[in-house]
C-alpha cells in the first residue's frame, strides 16, 4: 500500500507563489512516476504536471507551462509543485497521484492508482 499526503495549499493574490508538496509512504518512492492534477468547482479533473520515474523527466500541460515546476527529492519521498504567477482560473483543489514504473500516457488520470487526498488552492484577483 502506497499513502499520498499533501500540504501547502491555501489563499494568494494574482501574481503570487505557492509551494505544495506531497509526501509518500508504504514502497520505494524513487520507482514511482509522479503527477500533480486539479479541479475547480463545476469541472473535470485536469492534469497539471508529471514527474516520470525512468529519468526525472517533465511534462506539464500547456495552461501552466512557464509559470509551474514539478520537481522531487527521492531521499524525502517528496514531489513538489511550484507555482509562481498564479492567476484566478488556478483555483482548484490539487491532487497528488502515482503510478509505479509508469511511463506512457502519464497525462491521464486513470494511468495513476494511487491518490491523495487534495489540498484547495485559491487565487485572488
Known amino acids: 500500500q502506497v499513502q499520498l499526503v499533501e500540504s501547502g495549499g491555501g489563499l494568494v493574490q494574482a501574481g503570487g507563489s505557492l509551494r505544495l508538496s506531497c509526501t509518500a509512504s508504504?514502497?520505494?518512492?524513487?520507482?514511482?512516476?509522479m503527477g500533480w492534477f486539479r479541479q475547480a468547482p463545476g469541472k473535470e479533473r485536469e492534469f497539471v504536471a508529471v514527474?516520470?520515474?525512468?529519468?526525472?523527466?517533465?511534462y506539464y500541460a500547456d495552461s501552466v507551462k512557464g509559470r509551474f515546476t514539478i520537481s522531487r527529492d527521492n531521499t524525502k519521498n517528496t514531489v513538489f509543485l511550484q507555482m509562481n504567477s498564479l492567476k484566478p482560473e488556478d483555483t482548484a483543489v490539487y491532487y497528488c497521484?502515482?503510478?509505479?514504473?509508469?511511463?506512457?500516457?502519464?497525462?491521464?488520470?486513470?494511468?495513476?492508482?494511487?491518490w491523495g487526498q487534495g489540498t484547495q488552492v485559491t487565487v485572488s484577483s
Open positions: 497521484a502515482a503510478v509505479d514504473r509508469g511511463r506512457f500516457v502519464l497525462q491521464l488520470q486513470s494511468t495513476y492508482n494511487h
Open positions: 508504504g514502497r520505494t518512492f524513487s520507482t514511482y512516476s
Open positions: 514527474s516520470r520515474w525512468s529519468d526525472s523527466s517533465t
